[in-house]
Structure formats: structure tokens, C-alpha cells
């Protein structure tokens, strides 16, 4: 068959593919052009080019409108969190994946079911008990809740990578005298980079678009997280769309640099578990 | 002490493996088991004032399942969403896969593109959608009037005819990049010969799909349409943030009623709102265990 013919042919898929591609990514790159536009340009038209952009919107954003506040608090919670998590996880996943013993089993079972139980059946009464025990519309309580939630998946994942590490590794370990501690610390958190690694990336992400948890615990304006701040900027400043838009730009912005860097461990890891 | 047969240091101390483990089971108890158990503690209870609780035994139930309009309206549109939208998920995403598949040069940056709403937050990719649905600037109006087609502008958000689909393409938009990215991977990992000897005999694309693709890729597919299930079934986040349930009910979701009836109410009773929970967690374990039971059961195509 000739050539132009064959590209006639698939023309229509090409151009359905662009169009997808468009209809997806078009949208971030409309808002990343209103970030640099202000409020009056924007109502003028909105689909114009940043000419000449407004750079200094940013520092407005982060000043005036409190987006500074919000950005920590998003970050101490985030990072806290997948800190914990990172820890707690790798050492259960350590322990449920290399030693034998009475309960393993029963052990991973009930961690793991934390991945299928619906958030819906613990968030009103999380409100109570933290409420309870002083930790409501606090960063620490908000940090607890979110290693809960993470917990499971953290587990399930390293838990996965940890059992296929060489067993020959760890005897000679042990006959070098390591302590199980040692052994943990210095074998398998090192060659299990990867696996922590793309967990720390995928809690990381997925805790910093958190939503549910957040309005449920925290309704202090000082307390509040990134997209909880942006929710609020926008009830009160509904029309301020140019401002808005600068807030979503923070808001994606680390997750556009992570995205940037390792696009493929992202996108492998958060199809994981569906794929078989 | 040296390990018996050849099993290699597989055992380890009482008090190890209890140092290893302990943090992640307090974590557990503490903020996952202790909350479902309080929560089925509430469903049965009403809570009049601070810490004066009432037990009133399946009332909440009874009440929930016989006098809450409410709750009805949010199950039908929580079930049309779920309906429609876990089908149009899997279905458009094996569509989109099977168009990457084919291959062109720019595959790898378009999936990587396609992939990007699925890392945003509901609450960026809600209001987005919030103006690219405004009845005065937003773009779909605006190109409906660019085409002519200005008859048909809308407030898409605004209209309860329209709301609940509305939220439901975003809700699309955002989800189908995943879809599509494991069906991909599915297919990457399909026997190159079996597709060979589809489009030697000449079989047209419809049928090779139905024929041979769906049921190939059936056990990814089952995978897809129980996340997609679960994750509308309990979908609030996206709701909450373009609609708050409105207008008139016509986006209302039994999470978002739930959450109403908790924090918006100004009744402080978590009673009922829990027993709305609980109702709805049993439903959804209910509809997932039928439908991979279902769903499993069929032929499959062994390759």
C-alpha cells in the first residue's frame, strides 16, 4: 500500500488523539494563563495570552491572601505524615514480610483491611474522638488521621518488594551479628529504596489533594490546608477568578515538579493495585 | 543460635517482632477499628446535646429507610452517577487505551498528558470545571455560541436537569487517564500473536473487541469496575466542591448528605448521619462482593 495512503488512514485517530490531548491539558494551561493575568483583564477575556504577565500576583497570593498559611500548614501535615507513615509502614511491612511467627497472618489481615473499608464509616466519629482528646482543628490530629488512612496501601506495597529481597541477604546479616533493628535499618530500608521511595511519592501526592478528612477535622481559618484555603478564598472572593487561579497554581505546583521528575513511578505506582 | 533446616533466619525474638509491629497496630486501633466500632455505636443512638446520648435501637434505620425524601433523592442520584459513570469510566478508558495502543510516535507523551488530571486535586479540578461551565464566559457555552449553536447554552451547573451530569463528565475527565493507563499495561501484556491472528482472519474492529480484547482483558476489567464502583459510590469531594448538592437536591450524594446532616445541620446529632454510613458502607461491601461473584464467574479466555 502506498505510504499516504496508510497515513491517510490513520489520520483520523491522529487527530482524535490531539483533540484528547487538548481537551485534557488544555484546561491546566488556561489556568496557569490566568495566574498571570489580573481579575479585570480576565473578565475582559478570558482566553487571551499573560501579556504582559503578572508575576507579582504570586507574591500578592502568598502575602495577602494567606496562601503562605495554608501552604505550610499543607506542607508540615503532608510532610508529617508521610514521614510517619514512611516509618511505621516500612517496619510492619519489614516484619510481616521476613519473620515467621504466630498471628503473621491475622496481623496482615487486619492492617490491610484498612484499604477496603470506606472512609465514610470512621470520619464522623474520628471527629468525635479527636475532639475528645483536644486534637480537633489541630495540624497533629489532622497529621494522625491521614498515617491512618495511608497506612495500608504503605504496607501493602513495600510489603509486595520486601518479600521478593534475596533471603541470603539477611542470614548473612545475621551471622555478621546485626540485630533484627540493624538488620531493618541497614538491609532492607536501603535496598528497598524504590519500593519506599515510590510510596513516599504516592502518599505524598495523594495527602496533599486531600479533602474529606481535612473539612471534617479542621474549620479554623489559621488550621486550614491548601485545597481547604482555596475553598474558602473562593467563598468569599467568588469573583476574584485571577487570585483564585494563582491559589490553584500553588496548589498544583509541587505536584507538577514531582510529575516532572518522575512521571513514570507515578504513573506506575497509582496503577499498582489495579493492574493483573 | 543457628536456624533449623534450611529455611534461613526466618524467626526472630517475641519482643522484635513486637517493636516492629506495635506502632502500626496502635495506628490502626486508635484511628481505623475504634472509629467503625463508635460509628456503629452512634448509628443506634441520638445524641441530644453534649455527651447525653439516647439509645433508640434501629429507629435511625427505620427513619432513614421510611421518612427521609432526602435520602432517597441522593440514593437515585448517587446510583445514576454510579451507573452510568463506572461503565462510561472503564468502557471510555479501554477505548482511549486501544487508541494509544496502535501507536504513534507521540504514545508516550500523550499518556503522560492524559495521566496529568488524575494527580490533581478534586478541589482544582472542581473549580475549573466550575468556570469552563459558567453560563457567561465559560468555555462551553462560549464555543456553543462561536458555532452557532448559542440555543444551547446553559447553566449547566445551575440547571438540575443538567447539574448531575455536569459533575459527572468532570468526574470522567479526571478518572479516564487512569483507566486508560491499566488497560494499556493490560494490553502491553497481551500475547502479540493473538491480535496477530485476529487481523489475519480478517476480523473487523468491533468484533476483534468484543470477541477477543474484552474478554482477554476481563480480569483488569473486573479491577476497573470495582474501583470505579467503590469510588462513585462514595463520591463527595468533587460534589461538594461545584455544587454543595444543589440546586434543589439534583447533585445530592449520600456522602454529602451525610456530611450535612453531621456539620450543616446545626442538630449535633451523629446519630442519624451514622446510621446513613453504616447503611451505605453495607450496601457498597454488598454490591462488590455480588459483582466480582458475578462478574468472575463467566468464561474466561485462558491464553
Redesign the interface.
Known sequence: MALWLDYLRRAPLVVFLLLYTVITGGPFLWVAAMALRTTPEILDNPYALPIPPHWDKFVEAWTTSRYEIYFFNSLIVVAGAVVLVTLIGAMAAHCLSRYRFRGNRLARMIILSGMILPPQLMILSLFQILLQFGLYNTLAGLTLAYVATQLAMTVYILEGFFAQLPQDLFDAARMDGYSDFEIFWRITLPIGLPAVFTTVVLNFIILWNEFLYAIVLITEDDKRTLPLGIMHFMGSHQLDVGMIATGLMISMSPIIVLYALFSETLIKGMTAGAVR | MVPASG????????A??A???V???V??A???????L??FY?SVHLFKGRNVEEFVGARNFLDILTQDPVFWKAVGNTATFTIVGTVADVLGGLL?AL??F?G?S?SRA???????????????VG???V??YDYD?G?IN?LLRWIGLGTFEQSWLGDPHTALWAVLVTHL?KWL??NM??CL??LHALPGEVLGAAELDNCGWLAKLVYIIIPMLW??LI??LV?SF?GKM?L??LV??MTGGGPLWSTETV?TY??KR??DWNTFD?GY??AI??L??AM?VLFVALMTRLLRSRDRLEF
Open positions: 529455611e534461613g533466619s526466618r524467626g526472630a525474638s517475641r522484635a517482632i517493636a516492629f509491629l506502632p502500626a497496630l495506628i490502626y486508635g484511628f481505623t477499628f475504634y472509629p467503625v463508635r460509628t452512634n482511549l487508541c494509544l496502535t504513534t507521540l500523550m499518556r503522560v498528558i492524559w495521566f496529568t488530571p488524575v494527580l490533581m486535586s478534586y478541589v482544582v473549580i475549573i470545571w468556570w469552563l464566559w468555555l462560549v475527565w487517564g487512569f493507563i491499566v499495561a493490560a480480569p483488569t479491577n476497573l474501583l467503590i462514595m463527595f469531594d461538594w466542591i456522602s451525610v456530611y453531621a456539620f451523629l448521619p451514622s454510613a453504616v451505605w458502607s457498597i
